[in-house]
Nanobody, 115 residues
């Protein structure tokens, strides 16, 4: 069974930092690109960043220069280092394979940035 479990969210002041973690299991991790997505209240879920199986990274314009995605294939983990957080980064953050598979959505982890 495929599982992707997010953790590391919390409440942080604007300008602060958080590291999100995504623990993956149930599939051949090395073969997949993994992405971070987020959904803010009243908005559609959007892609934030992704990392391919060979380590190539992609960032949405809104987070470029502030967020860094990485993966540890040995631990089947993906991380999202978020620096200089802004109020607009407030959302529930999810990880998923890329392209995203509906059945893989987990509970997400809440990130709240206070102004």
């Amino acid at each position: 069974e495929v599982q992707l479990v997010e953790s590391g969210g919390g409440l942080v002041q604007a300008g602060g930092s958080l590291i999100l973690s995504c623990a993956a299991s149930g599939f051949i991790f090395d073969d997949y690109a993994i992405g971070w997505f987020r959904q803010a209240p009243g908005k559609e879920r959007e892609g934030v960043s992704c990392i391919s199986s060979d380590g190539t990274t992609y960032y949405a314009e809104s987070v470029k220069g502030r967020f860094t995605i990485s993966r540890d294939n040995a631990k089947t983990m993906v991380y999202l280092q978020m620096n200089n957080l802004k109020h607009d980064d407030t959302a529930v953050y999810y990880c998923n394979t890329v392209p995203a598979t509906d059945r893989n959505w987990g509970q997400g982890t809440q990130v709240t940035v206070s102004s």
